[in-house]
């Protein structure tokens, strides 16, 4: 995820010299993960290789809803790997809207929002207050093809830009652009999906897909082949395709194919975009990650690779001693670090937003929750790095976003959307994204 979404968070980020509570953090104790077994081989890599998704353990209400085989909510299949589209999954809250505000340490800067019960967005105050809304239905799109299933109702991304119009992402069927009183400028059909980036030209790196057979993976079932597409701002129209598939069998990390242990259907399953900057590739100093180069997290691969001309010219699986599980989100930081989301890595599967150093995995900085499952999200989360140093990160099956003091481990501002979902407003409606907007914003009435 980037923009005045990454566009804002990229300017940022290069602009600051150190991310002081993201540092060095020996007193801290290591998370432990759950260890992969060969009873529970999961769905990526070969058990025992780096990277191999062995848990993925749902919580709560949606862990009760897959027990009883309940997926009339938000999914359309019984498919595990679908439900990261639900609408909503767990059990709508007592109480919503910003719970907890810290001044002198809150950063106060508005938050973009995108929730799962409708094709919105929703920009709101430090305070909770609304300062501005944007909704197209699916319904009112020229000529669109019927939706496949609830999970395509609402936005899954946006992409804020300069002029308050914001690009937006229906999963699987549509990218649209608006502009800030929400009339359709243009609509671009298209399996899209999950996330979307600006890249250093200004046009748009987005996630789409393919069914194709890969005599790789499989000599005759099909897989979802994940693309890197980039598409013109002002008009819409793709301007170019890239296979990851391919880009994988043109590394020189081509020899993973072999090591898969599920062969057939969602395998990759990319989930966020980063567009490298000259900035990020200076502070990385990593000698195949180059400047106009993206950063593609891949969920049932467990690993963000870099993509660039044509192949995946590097990639990690993240720290060694305690790895990440279903992780989402890959940011960068000033001093050359990545942040991610990263869903069942922690305690017992519950999540963990982890700093990491590129060049060899190890973990610079982790929060959890006190209790661990305090803080989880089986599905999405993003995480971003605020100009103040804190970190913004959305809680997305719980709709919750929370300010961290990286230094003290502090929630500063916490927020529970008051959107609900589902038979009776049964469920929270999904935070998909969270957005602290830290550019002028001109155009706000």
């Known amino acids: 995820m980037s923009g005045i979404g990454s566009t804002a968070r990229t300017a940022v980020l290069v602009a600051i010299a150190v991310l002081p509570a993201c540092g060095e953090d020996p007193g801290a104790p290591e998370p432990t993960a759950p260890k992969a077994t060969q009873e529970d081989p999961g769905g990526g890599w070969v058990v025992g290789m780096p990277g191999s998704f062995a848990v993925r353990t749902p919580h709560g209400e949606l862990a009760r809803r897959l027990a009883a085989r309940d997926l009339s909510q938000g999914s359309s299949s019984d498919d595990l790997g679908h439900i990261g589209y639900a609408q909503g999954s767990e059990g709508a809250p007592a109480v919503s809207g910003v719970l907890t505000k810290v001044d002198g340490k809150v950063h106060p800067a ?11 967005a929703e920009l709101i105050d430090i305070d909770g207050e609304l300062l501005h809304r944007w909704e197209l239905p699916y319904e009112r799109l020229p000529e669109a093809l019927p939706l496949e299933a609830d999970h395509q109702i609402p936005w899954r991304a946006v992409e804020l830009l300069e002029d308050g119009g914001l690009i937006a992402i229906h999963s699987g069927r549509a990218l649209v652009r608006i502009d800030k009183d929400s009339h359709l400028k243009w609509v671009t059909y298209g399996r899209f999906h999950h996330d979307i980036a600006r890249d250093a030209d200004g046009q748009l790196l987005v996630l789409s897909r393919q069914s194709r057979v890969v005599p790789e993976v499989h000599p005759t079932e099909a897989v979802v082949d994940d693309l890197l597409v980039t598409v013109n701002l002002g008009t819409g129209k793709v301007i170019q395709e890239l296979s990851l ?28 975009l980063w567009s490298v900057s000259e900035g990020d590739a200076a502070a990385m100093g990593i000698d195949a990650i180059r400047a106009g180069s993206a950063l593609v997290c891949m969920r049932d691969l467990d690993l963000v690779a870099c993509v660039d001309r044509g192949k995946v010219a590097w990639l990690t699986h ?12 890959p940011t960068v930081t000033p001093r050359g670090t990545m942040v991610v ?4 890595g922690g305690p017992g ?12 995995g190890s973990i610079a900085w982790s929060y959890g929750g006190a209790p661990p499952e305090s803080f989880h999200s089986l599905f999405c989360g993003t995480v971003q790095v605020l100009e103040s140093g804190n970190l913004l990160a959305a809680e997305s099956c719980n709709g919750r976003a929370i300010e961290i003091d990286p230094k003290t481990r502090e929630i500063v501002w916490e927020y529970v959307s008051p959107h609900i ?25």
């Not at 938050?111 to 409708?118: I, K, N, Q, R, Y």
């Not at 391919?246 to 989930?271: F, I, K, Y």
Request: aromatic share 6%; glycine share 10%; hydrophobic share 40%.
């Open 341 to 344: 989301f990263d869903n069942l």
């Open 349 to 360: 599967g519950t999540s963990r937003l982890l700093e990491i150093r590129p060049a060899d």
């Open 421 to 445: 979902t589902g038979p009776g407003g049964r469920y929270v409606a999904a935070l998909f994204e969270a957005t602290r907007i830290e550019t002028p914003l001109p155009w706000l009435d």
């Open 110 to 120: 508005p938050t973009l929002l995108v929730h799962g019960d409708a094709a919105a």
């Open 245 to 272: 598939w391919d880009a994988l069998r043109e590394s020189p990390s081509a020899e993973l194919l072999d090591q898969l242990t599920v062969r057939e259907g969602d395998v990759m399953h990319a989930n966020g």
């Open 318 to 329: 993240g720290p060694r001693s305690s790895r990440w599980r279903g992780l989402h989100d």
